[in-house]
């Protein structure tokens, strides 16, 4: 699901990072909504499985042009990709029980050795596309991050905070807009009008009942 309150100055990223013919959440929808958003600051809650390289880069890189500032709340889950985006925040708050997840980005390939032995070398040409983030935000040097990367390393809230990839951890307080409350309380409750949602790049019946399904 992805949804953007103009009004409480939240997107909502909980679903994959890719291609959005394939329903998932990409770039394009973030930086308009962004746009739209001028000024003010912006929260991102997140609980994302990670996804796409190329649309989470750009994803970041709106987040930290955004001139009213940026926080990042992790509900549940920032995998992958998704922690790279959450180093976007001034501030990333993760909930208690949430989890954060790093590794190399990966493909699959096929060929013969000398095409295998080049598309290593354009994964190491991505992963260091977006270690910088990494070191600049927890103070780790690049020579232990590629470690950490290497290893596919798992943290809890706290200890992503411990190794300086959050900045707190804890108990998160929800005032959530009228269309996320069904994820918070179990509660559905149907839009006024039968028109999209801000940031919807789908109809309001069918977000509803992805909403409603989860």
Known sequence: MYQADYETGEIFLYDGIGDANWGMIDAATVMSDLGKMSGGRVTVRMSSPGGSVEEGRLIYN????????????????????????????DRIIMAKNAM???????????GDAKELRKTADVLDKFRDSIITAYTEKSGVDRKKMIA??????????????????????????????????????????????????????TNWRRNVGAMIGK
């Not at 709106?62 to 925040?89: E, F, N, P």
């Not at 954060?100 to 096929?110: Q, R």
């Open 62 to 89: 709106a987040l930290k042009r955004h001139q009213g500032g940026v926080d990042v709340v992790v509900d549940s889950s920032a995998y992958s990709i998704a922690s790279y985006i959450a180093m976007a925040g």
């Open 100 to 110: 954060m997840m790093l590794h190399n980005p990966f493909t699959m390939a096929f």
């Open 148 to 201: 950490i990367l290497d290893a596919e390393t798992w943290y809890t809230a706290q200890e992503a905070v411990a190794a300086g990839f959050a900045t707190e951890a804890g108990d998160l307080a929800v005032d959530a807009p009228s269309f996320a409350r069904a994820m918070y309380t179990g509660k559905p409750q149907e839009p006024k009008q039968a028109t999209p949602m801000a940031g919807s790049r």
